[in-house]
C-alpha cells in the first residue's frame, strides 16, 4: 500500500467514525459532528428532502441563539454584522428565519453540508471577538497585511476532493514554482477545534490539489504561546513537507513561510 492510500484508507476511517448521521423524525436526518461551539456542544446540522433530488441543510437557528445568549445582536451596521453577512455571503449561506441554510441538489450535498460547517465555525469566532474586545476580524488582518507586501492571493477558496466534500481555505497564494500555498487562518491559536478542521481539509484536499498548506495562527492578541498538543493535531497524519503550523509574528518577520521566491 503507498502512502497516499495508508492517508486516504485513515482518513475515510476517521470520517466515518466521527460524524453521525440519524433519522430524527419523518422529515429531518441529524448530522452530528467532533467539533464544538464556543457553549462546547456539539455542533449539530439537519437536513430534509425538498424533494428526490433537492436537500435543505439548516443548523436550526442555534448559531444566532448562540449569538444572542453571549450578548451579540447581529446588525448590518456594526463590525460584527458585517463579519457575520461578510461569512454568509462567502460560504453561500442563506437566511431562513434565524436559521443557516443550504439548499442543494442530493449530488452536492458534501460540499453543501462542509459550507455550512465552516461557516457556523467561523461565525462562533464572534463570541470569541466579544470576549477578547476585538474589533478586527483575523482574517481581515492577514489581507490588509497581504495588500501591504504586495502578495497576490485568491481569498475564500473552496476545493472539492475526490469523495465530494469540500474544504475551504482563506487564502490561495500562487508562487514561481507553480506550487500554490492555501492558508487557513485561526482567530484562536489555542484551539484544539479549529487545529482539527486544518488537519481534516488537508487530508481532504491533499490529493486532489497539489499546494501546501499553511495554518496561521493569531498571537497578536495574547501572549500566550501556541500549545504543542495544536500543532500535533494540526499535523498528525499528514506527510512531511506538505504543510506547515505558523504564527502571523513569524510571518511578518519572514513572508517567505507564505511566498515561495
Known sequence: MTKASLLENEYYKWLKKELVFE???????AISTP???????NINLYAKF???QHIEISDFGFTRALLEDSGIKINKRSKKGQIFYDTLKNFGISQDDEALVIRTTLENFPKAKNRLFQGVMRINDLVYMTKGNITEAFVEIVSEFLAENNIYNTPNIEIASQDGISAHFDFSIPSNSGKEKLVKTSARPNDLNLAKVFNFDVKATSAVRDATFVYLLDDTRSKTSTKS???EAALTGIEA?????????????????????
Open 35 to 41: 467539533f464544538f461551539d464556543s457553549n462546547f456542544d
Open 229 to 231: 498538543s495544536i500543532r
Open 23 to 29: 433519522d430524527a423524525n419523518q422529515n429531518y436526518v
Open 241 to 261: 513537507n506538505t504543510a506547515v503550523v505558523s504564527s502571523f509574528s513569524e510571518i511578518k518577520k519572514a513572508n517567505n513561510i507564505l511566498v515561495n521566491n
Open 50 to 52: 425538498i424533494d428526490e
